[in-house]
């Protein structure tokens, strides 16, 4: 899905965001993450938010974000984000054994496919990006 700069997007309830640059976004219908390819100056290359598997309906897509984040920087630089998120709302929201296991399972093959530039992290991203017309 091709997300334009300027596009208004919604996360849960909270207030509307505008995406300031360019995105391709890919929503796999059988594994727990979402990602957002970037287009330039986007400080992050590629950033992957862990979540519930995604469904579509009714013209839009849904899913459970689960905290944590897998995010390949410009510079190459690979981060795990939001683990204090993710144990913290492990409590608070009362995740079963089973989502937490599936969502930390998912960071760590993340991080590594990410990490090894396996698509569709190592590059597929790059023709969708040039379609759009923006700099990748």
């Known amino acids: 899905m091709d997300v334009p700069g300027g596009t208004v997007a919604r996360k849960g309830e909270g207030p ?3 995406w300031e640059t360019t995105a391709i976004m890919l929503f796999p219908r059988d594994a727990w993450w979402t990602a957002s390819f970037n287009s330039p100056p986007h400080r992050s290359e ?3 938010d862990v979540t519930t598997v995604p469904e579509w309906g009714d013209g839009e897509v849904t899913m459970l974000d689960l905290d ?3 995010i390949r920087m410009r510079d190459g630089r690979l981060i795990l984000d939001d ?15 089973e989502l937490i296991a599936q969502a930390e399972a998912s960071a760590h093959w993340l991080m590594d496919a990410v990490g090894q530039r396996k698509e569709p992290f190592g590059g597929a991203h790059l023709e969708w990006l040039a379609r759009t017309g923006q700099p990748s």
């Open 16 to 18: 509307p965001i505008t």
């Open 46 to 48: 590629i950033y992957v």
């Open 68 to 70: 944590l984040d897998v």
């Open 83 to 97: 683990q204090d998120e993710f144990a913290e709302h492990q409590v608070l929201l009362g995740y079963p054994p």
